[in-house]
Nanobody, 124 residues
Framework: QVQLIESGGGLVQAGGSLRLSCAAS????????MGWFRQAPGKEREFVAG????????SYADSVKGRFTRSRDNAKNTMYLQMNSLSPENRAVYYC?????????????????WGQGTQVTVSS
C-alpha cells in the first residue's frame, strides 16, 4: 500500500513556474513506477510525465516536453514535477500516481494508487 500526498500547487501568472511535490509513504516507494497526471474541468485525466521505478525509462506528454521536468528522490520517497513557462491551458488538478507494473504506463488504468490532487491555476 502506498499513500501519496501532492503539494506545491497554486496560482501563478502565465510564463511563471511551479514545482509540485509528491510525498509517498511506504518502504517500497523505489519499486513503483511513478506518474503525474492532470485533469482540467470537463476533460478526462491525462498523462503528463512518468518515470520507471529504476529511472531507466521516462516519458512526457508532447504538450509539456521541454517545459516540464519530473524527477524522483527515492531516499526521500518523493517525486517532483518542475513546471516552467506555464500557460492558462495548463490549469488543472495535478495528481501523482504509483504503479506496481514493471513497465511505465502512460494511461490512468495502469496506476494503482493516487494522491488527492493539487490545483494549479495560471492567470493570463
Amino acid at each position: 500500500q502506498v499513500q501519496l500526498i501532492e503539494s506545491g500547487g497554486g496560482l501563478v501568472q502565465a510564463g511563471g513556474s511551479l514545482r509540485l511535490s509528491c510525498a509517498a509513504s511506504g518502504r517500497t516507494f523505489s519499486t513503483y513506477c511513478m506518474g503525474w497526471f492532470r485533469q482540467a474541468p470537463g476533460k478526462e485525466r491525462e498523462f503528463v510525465a512518468g518515470i520507471r521505478w529504476n529511472g531507466d525509462s521516462t516519458s512526457y506528454a508532447d504538450s509539456v516536453k521541454g517545459r516540464f521536468t519530473r524527477s524522483r528522490d527515492n531516499a526521500k520517497n518523493t517525486m517532483y514535477l518542475q513546471m516552467n513557462s506555464l500557460s492558462p491551458e495548463n490549469r488543472a488538478v495535478y495528481y501523482c500516481a504509483a504503479s506496481r507494473a514493471i513497465v511505465l504506463h502512460t494511461t490512468a488504468p495502469g496506476y494503482d494508487y493516487w494522491g488527492q490532487g493539487t490545483q494549479v491555476t495560471v492567470s493570463s
